[in-house]
């Protein structure tokens, strides 16, 4: 019998399971998310850019769409790893996450929109996002992020391959994303 994509043990390298070992003990302390963010992030720079971190099976595209590939979720489901890989042009939806997040750009360079959610202003109103700030992350750059205030876009703007490696402070392979809402409202910019 078969096991579902999601749930299949991701094939691995030597650095990323140092990489899994690293966000292990940050993740182990206990500390709020935004610190735990800190540490993750401090623990994922040092592996970006390099040639041994993924296999070429995680490292394909889709044509349609950025591609998601799950590294690694740990079994009580206090993290993941995951890889995105971008082709140009392709891009998110403006969204929100279910936890912390640390993003790293593996290869390539990454675009950002970042947004702020203005409540309606009365009744009959209508919410809408500002845009708050656009960035560019080349190779290298490390993000990271809690809920709430983490409404932003990302896309690869580049004319080759971009890859990030997102770490999320939930188990994706057991959700299949790490949204947790999309937004459709107007939004300045």
């Not at 182990?28 to 850019?49: I, K, S």
């Not at 206090?78 to 750009?105: E, K, N, Y």
């Amino acid at each position: 019998m078969s096991t579902p994509t999601a749930y299949r043990a991701a094939r691995t390298t030597e650095r990323l399971d140092t990489l899994v070992a690293d966000v292990r003990e940050a993740v182990g302390r206990g500390l709020p998310p935004d610190l735990t963010a800190y540490l993750v992030g401090e623990r994922l720079a040092p592996h970006l850019g390099s040639a041994d971190l993924l296999t070429d099976e995680q490292r394909e595209g889709d044509p349609e769409h950025y591609r998601q590939h799950v590294l690694h979720a740990e079994h009580d489901g206090s993290f993941s790893i995951v890889a995105l890989v971008w082709l140009p042009g392709q891009r998110t939806s403006v969204h929100d996450h279910v936890s912390w997040c640390v993003t790293g750009v593996h290869e390539g360079e990454e675009q950002e929109r970042r947004y702020r959610l203005v409540p309606a202003a009365g009744p009959g109103g209508a919410a809408r996002l500002v845009a708050t700030e656009d960035v560019v992350n080349p190779q290298g750059s490390v993000c990271g992020f809690a809920p709430p205030g983490d409404i932003h876009r990302v896309w690869n703007a580049c004319g080759t391959l971009a890859i990030s490696i997102h770490i999320y402070g939930a188990d994706i392979a057991r959700l299949g994303s790490s949204v947790r809402r999309v937004y459709e409202l107007p939004a300045d910019r």
